[in-house]
């Protein structure tokens, strides 16, 4: 992940189709994946505190979890 001066959020990129994996430090009860605001299919292995996705276009990417509160991640993600 590279954060870059002229912009505010981390960027990383991936291929597309890769799938794309957060972990997580803590267990969530769920999780919710979206890019540019629309939501994405994708899976929460609480079990191993993962959340995972195929990745199929670039964005902003914001990624929301849940357990006993909740936390939100942002990123620009870059798919070629």
Do not use: C, E
């Not at 803590?26 to 993962?50: C, E, H, Q």
């Not at 006993?68 to 870059?78: E, I, W």
């Amino acid at each position: 992940m590279n954060t870059n001066a002229k912009q505010r959020d981390p960027t990383f990129g991936t291929l597309h189709g890769q799938t794309v994996r957060v972990h997580l430090r803590f267990a969530a009860s769920s999780a919710t994946v979206s890019i540019d605001r629309r939501k994405v299919p994708a899976k929460l292995d609480a079990r191993k505190r993962v959340v995972l996705w195929s990745a199929a276009r670039a964005g902003i990417l914001t990624v929301s979890v849940r357990a006993t509160g909740d936390a939100s991640y942002v990123a620009r993600l870059r798919v070629r």
